[in-house]
């Protein structure tokens, strides 16, 4: 399965996103799909998941602003950012577990946040 990430941009702080992550195969049997997001110089984190029974988990920061989503009839996962802030500001990845690892990635798409 190929992950395809976009709707990364150039945003004002307060303002929203809404980043989307196309699957080129079905996400169904995709157990967990998150949206990871990296600063240079830093450690990937795990900003958001959501099972196949629509079961979510938020990095604390993220909670009351970001949700995530899946449509599995598109096959696309999203991620709905609102409020967001310069500390926001990062590369961000979709992914999908298989066997319980982190196996399928997409490309990232910077998210720049303006104070």
């Known amino acids: 399965v190929q992950l395809q990430a976009s709707g990364g941009g150039l945003v004002q702080a307060g303002g929203s996103l809404r980043l989307s992550c196309a699957a080129s195969?079905?996400?169904?049997?995709?157990?967990?799909m998150g949206w990871y997001r990296q600063v240079p110089g830093k450690e990937r984190e795990l900003v958001a998941t959501?099972?196949?029974?629509?079961?979510?988990i938020y990095l604390e920061s993220a909670k009351g602003r970001f949700t995530i989503s899946r449509d599995n009839a598109k096959n696309t996962v999203y991620l709905q950012m609102n409020s967001l802030k310069p500390e926001d500001t990062a590369v961000y990845y979709c992914?999908?577990?298989?066997?319980?690892?982190?196996?399928?990635w997409g490309q990232g798409t910077q998210v720049t946040v303006s104070s």
């Open positions: 195969d079905s996400i169904f049997n995709i157990d967990v």
């Open positions: 992914a999908g577990t298989r066997r319980g690892r982190w196996s399928y």
């Open positions: 959501i099972t196949t029974g629509s079961s979510t």
